[in-house]
């Protein structure tokens, strides 16, 4: 079965340091989330894509965040610098377009520990 | 603004006793209503949807009824297993235009003694 994939599994770094994580979604998946899982919190989204296209970044906090999808299929979630509220789960999810609801299948997470 | 509101946790059930996971929300127009599970250390599963009222999910001995009149979409079980404890969360999610990000409640965890 067809599977998001994420890496690094967990990060630590250190404050002010720079971090990047990898998704790559379901193959044939046109759109792409990020989302930001702080602990005993539900995921809130932080981005999302459609192919190449950023289509919802208002919860991204761009002073620091970034995000790309320069091919439509895998995506970089970049923190620079990273602060110690930036620890938390970072999941990454894809879905297909078309008709009806559209199912969100989410990877395994990065886990972001900054000391 | 939508939002998803469900009980808090822990709930500490024992095997096959009954479960009931209340959830409602908040929302304009007509969201999908979903629930997703997380088992330690990995990410979300979808569990159940349903995307319009009365609409009943169910996979794996969990059901649960989209409610509109009372904004409800509550999680059952009949029977619960060890295997079952993990964290569940209720989420809303509304088509339509660009963006059809799931908006989740805070997540009740169910732990399940044999």
């Known amino acids: 079965e067809a599977e998001v994939a994420q890496s690094p599994r967990y990060k630590i770094t250190e404050k002010s340091q720079a971090v990047a994580f990898w998704c790559d979604p379901i193959?044939?998946?046109?759109?792409l989330y990020w989302y930001r899982q702080i602990l005993g919190q539900g995921p809130e989204l932080l981005v999302q894509f459609q192919d190449e296209s950023v289509v919802d970044d208002s919860q991204l906090p761009k002073d620091r965040f970034s995000a790309e999808r320069l091919k439509g299929v895998d995506s970089t979630l970049k923190i620079q610098p990273a602060e110690l509220g930036d620890s938390a789960m970072y999941l990454c999810?894809?879905?297909?377009?078309?008709?009806?609801?559209?199912?969100?299948?989410f990877g395994p997470g990065t886990r972001l520990t900054v000391t | 603004g939508n939002s998803v509101t469900q009980m808090e946790g822990p709930v500490t059930l024992s095997e096959e006793a009954f479960l009931t996971i209340n959830c409602t929300y908040t929302a304009t127009g007509y969201p999908s209503l979903f629930w997703y599970v997380q088992y330690p250390g990995e990410g979300l599963q979808l569990l159940l949807k349903a995307t319009k009222a009365d609409d009943k999910g169910s996979n794996k001995g969990f059901e649960a009824t989209y409610r509109k009149e009372t904004t409800s979409f509550h999680l059952e079980k009949g029977s619960v297993q060890v295997s079952d404890s993990a964290v569940y969360f209720c989420?809303?999610?509304?088509?339509?235009?660009?963006?059809?990000?799931?908006?989740f409640g805070t997540g009740t965890l169910l732990a399940v003694q044999p």
């Open positions: 989420a809303l999610s509304r088509y339509g235009g660009a963006t059809n990000k799931l908006i």
């Open positions: 193959s044939g998946h046109a759109t």
């Open positions: 999810a894809s879905s297909s377009t078309g008709t009806g609801a559209y199912e969100q299948y």
